[in-house]
Each structure stands twice: as C-alpha cells, then as structure tokens.
C-alpha cells in the first residue's frame, strides 16, 4: 500500500530501468503497484506477483507500538480491512487495465507465523 507520493516516486524509479529481466513483487494486494509498473515497463518484462492473499499477520509485542495502533485503528486511512483481497480480484484487475496481454504469473503463498 503506497500513498500517492510513493507510488509516483516508485513509476518515476520504473522508468529508469534498462535492463532485461523479470519483475517481483512480493505482497501485491489489489496488484495497483505492479499494474502501474507494468504500464511503464511494457510487455518485454515477465512479471511474477507472490502473496499469501490472507492479510496481515496480527502484530506482536515485538512490531512494536504502531503496529498496535494501526490495527485498532480500524477507521484510519491505511487499514484497508487488513489488506484481505483474494487473487480472483487481482487478476481481473490487472488484465482489465492493460489491453496488451503480458506474461502475469501469480503465486500463491502462505504465511509462516
């Protein structure tokens, strides 16, 4: 979950890459990231997206006060019902917003806590 700002600062970092290869990303949620990424990048990259598509993990004593706040926080701006999206969302979305079609492998995780 990035805010505008990032998410900008992120496409403008996208646009600098010359080099062949393929694109991860790891914790994809609704796929806004990747999908702007790929708008950038093109169809000559492939793209794998890993999520375990279960949410957050509950925080712990050990992530520390803000990580507490935020999740009793349940009406602030970067809860987003714990970032729970099933991959049935994601893949729609993404060939929705691209007309070229490109290579999407999605990966479906689990968590380890």
Same mark, same amino acid.
């Given at each position: 979950?990035?805010?505008? !700002? !990032?998410?900008?600062?992120?496409?403008?970092?996208?646009?600098?890459v010359r080099t062949q290869g393929c694109v991860i990303e790891c914790g994809v949620w609704k796929g806004g990231t990747i999908a702007g990424m790929a708008e950038v990048l093109g169809a000559d990259h492939e793209y794998f997206l890993f999520d375990s598509f279960q949410g957050h993990l509950e925080p712990q004593p050990i992530d520390g006060p803000a990580a507490l706040a935020? #999740?009793?926080? #349940?009406?602030?701006p970067w809860y987003f019902d714990n970032a729970v999206v099933g991959s049935k969302i994601l893949f729609p979305t993404l060939c929705r917003r691209h007309q070229l079609l490109y290579f999407v492998l999605i990966v479906i995780g689990m968590r380890l806590r």
């Open positions: 979950m990035l805010g505008r !700002e !990032e998410y900008i600062a992120n496409l403008r970092l996208s646009s600098t935020w #999740k009793e926080e #349940k009406d602030g």
